[in-house]
């Protein structure tokens, strides 16, 4: 095994004012022999910054698209030039905390493997995190998908946001990509598909991911039609042969789930388009949407009238871990 086993991805997309950190932080870990940053048509001075971060070791590496692909099709041309076997990936505007990638490498048994992400407020920088006890543990398929289903009144906090380290062998034995056609949640479906092919998915609470938590990052925006194409991709699962009963039942919830976020949405759409008429014939000509649109709007009607919520803490982790 090579002494730097790891390429750390970074699709980047107008990160000019967070790349720098973010590569910098990748850099600095001793077992990452390939950083490739993917400029997906950025109009700012991304490519620029990027040039102005490399440390001269040679291991940095960029693509430039001219057109905008998305963080899947980005992903997916890392993987191609990448010959590392263990992949990472990093969003630009996240950082890593120093000694991730010695704890995660530390064993071996597994295909996929992710610790805790901290949440860090835009700003506030990287923090010290505590020492939480590893309690590894592997992730059923059921458990997964069951996680990505989001609650009203919590803060966000899905498994799909996890960053595993992967190997690469098992992608390529599995035929394993990012789905292009995604710009929301490629991340879940290409972990869920990985699960259903097989792939030891271990978790560890230990922290050793920071996710900046910005109110204009892509993360936090999408289009109406990306939430139908997250709904679809449920119903492609559904497809996959093998799954068990407690999947199929986990996946048929989340499909509903995220089917009824763009029914609403849609409807909020017409509504801004066309005004309270043509909102009113668009609910008249979709009957089987009027459930979803009715509770989503009684919903956010509730969320109003509720006291306001504390203010967001500094920091906060994905996982409940135990400090050692």
Known sequence: MTERPICVVIAARNAAGTIAAAIASALREPEVGEVVVVDDASTDGTSEVVSQADDGSGRLSVIRFDQNRGPAGARNAAFARSRSPFLSMLDADDFFIGGRFGRLLAARDWDFVADNIAFVADGAGEPQVPAFRPNPRFLGLAEFVAGNISKR???????????????????????????????????????????AAGARFKLVDTCGYGATVRADSLSGRHRTEDLKRLADADLSLLALPGLAADATRQLRSHERHVRDKYRLRRF?????????????????????????????????????????????????????????
Do not use: M, N, W
């Open 268 to 324: 909020l759409d017409v509504k801004a388009g066309r005004g309270l008429r043509g909102a009113a014939a668009y609910g008249l000509r979709h009957p089987g949407d009027l459930p979803a649109i009715a509770s989503g709007i009684a919903r956010d009607k509730l969320d109003g009238l509720r006291e306001p919520q504390s203010p967001v803490r500094t920091v906060r982790y994905l996982l409940e871990g135990e400090p050692a």
């Open 153 to 195: 009144g919590r803060q966000r906090g899905e498994l799909g946001f996890l960053k595993p380290v992967i190997r690469r062998e098992f992608l390529d034995a599995a035929g394993l990509r990012y789905d292009e056609r995604l710009r929301l949640g490629e991340d879940y479906e290409f972990y869920v598909r990985a699960l």
